[in-house]
């Protein structure tokens, strides 16, 4: 049993592991002889291996069930673990909207994860970074301080040293760096407002958050933009940084994203209300209609205020201009998406401890999903 397992500790992934079942291990079932032998697999993983005809005994498929006497020559083609993959560069081209020594900021497209997560392990915008800026490797998180939901878009900014690091997470402590978001959303909203909510994991359901009054607080301000039949397009800034707030906060108002798999209400589609131009336009988006517009931030080696904005996403453009097609007034002037105006009441906020680089944390496992 010792050369086998000592045979099997020295096999590199992704090749062709071949041993013998000793006889001290005569009786057991295939699954649980390999996993005494194979320690650093778990069973579930062996389990699979060998329903997906990974494994053989005397050359034989076989199954988890299976009981082995000693003597039988068993090959396990051992798979590479999916997590392997989280730090590794990979060649994924970046819309990069501002970079100096310091500090990085981006335009992440809808569909792309920020951070390594179950289900997630690859593809990510760590690996995009580590690829495009190798000495990542040497900052924790590859120098990522604040996450978007996957299917979220828009600026994000990115540290390239670690002091850098420090200075932008402590800005987020101190609630000093400003976003500013662009929403659509099912209803009328008939006035700007405040919802002043605690957000917290959902208690039915651990891959969702919600409403808690064991929750963290979470502000978030919005203000209409345009108001159409059955939609409204939001102007919104957050005082804090949730996890999923805007969508959270936005169910709450009985107005939930249009699109979002996840904080939506079933049915709520009023289709009799749509024309065929806009209920195509719905069919078609697919993801919540939430983009990350405008960033503003202390840079960390100057010290002086920076902001940037970028154009609303094209798949929002398309369905604002079907909303607006739907309410045509010739009267109205078209809106502007650029706007000169400083974020929402800016000399309102009240900065405390708490802060999202904590929920940053917390939040790892739920963007298997943003």
Request: charge should be negative.
């Amino acid at each position: 049993m010792t050369d086998a397992t000592n045979q099997s500790l020295g096999q590199s992934l992704g090749n062709s592991l071949s041993l013998t079942i000793p006889h001290d291990l005569g009786g057991l079932r295939l699954d649980v002889a390999l996993q005494r032998l194979l320690p650093e697999h778990s069973r579930s993983r062996l389990q699979s291996w060998i329903k997906e005809g990974l494994v053989t005994v005397d050359a034989q498929a076989t199954t988890s069930k299976t009981k082995v006497w000693g003597g039988e020559r068993v090959v396990v083609e051992v798979q590479v673990k999916p997590e392997t993959n989280a730090f590794k560069a990979q060649d994924i081209p970046l819309d990069i909207i501002y970079e100096d020594e310091h500090i990085l900021v981006i335009n992440k497209p809808a569909g792309m994860v920020v951070h390594p997560a179950a289900g997630n392990w690859e593809g990510t915008l760590l690996n995009a970074l580590l690829f495009h800026a190798p000495q990542l490797h040497d900052v924790p998180r590859a120098g990522i301080v604040h996450r978007l939901d996957k299917d979220t878009s828009g600026l994000l900014v990115v540290a390239k040293t670690l002091n850098a690091q420090t200075h932008l997470v402590r800005q987020l402590q101190a609630r000093t760096v400003k976003r500013e978001y662009r929403a659509i959303v099912w209803g009328q909203l008939w006035r700007n407002g405040k919802v002043d909510q605690p957000i917290g994991r959902d208690p039915r359901s651990r891959t969702k958050m919600a409403i808690n009054r064991m929750g963290k607080p979470a502000i978030t301000r919005y203000e209409v933009l345009e108001r159409f039949s059955v939609q409204t397009y939001l102007r919104c800034n957050l005082e804090t940084g949730r996890t999923h707030q805007i969508r959270v906060h936005m169910q709450f108002l009985k107005a939930p994203l249009v699109g979002d798999p996840v904080y939506g209400y079933k049915g709520i589609v009023p289709i009799r209300a749509m024309t065929q131009t806009l209920r195509d336009a719905v069919s078609n988006f697919h993801r919540q209609a939430l983009h990350a517009i405008k960033l503003g931030l202390i840079h960390p080696a100057t010290n002086e205020f920076m902001e940037w904005q970028i154009e609303l996403a094209d798949d929002m453009k398309v369905l604002l201009e079907a909303m607006r097609h739907e309410d045509v007034k010739d009267d109205e002037e078209e809106m502007f998406e650029f706007s000169t105006e400083p974020y929402l009441a800016d000399e309102d906020y009240e900065y405390d401890e708490d802060d999202d680089f904590d929920d940053f944390e917390d939040d790892e496992d739920l963007e298997s999903e943003d």
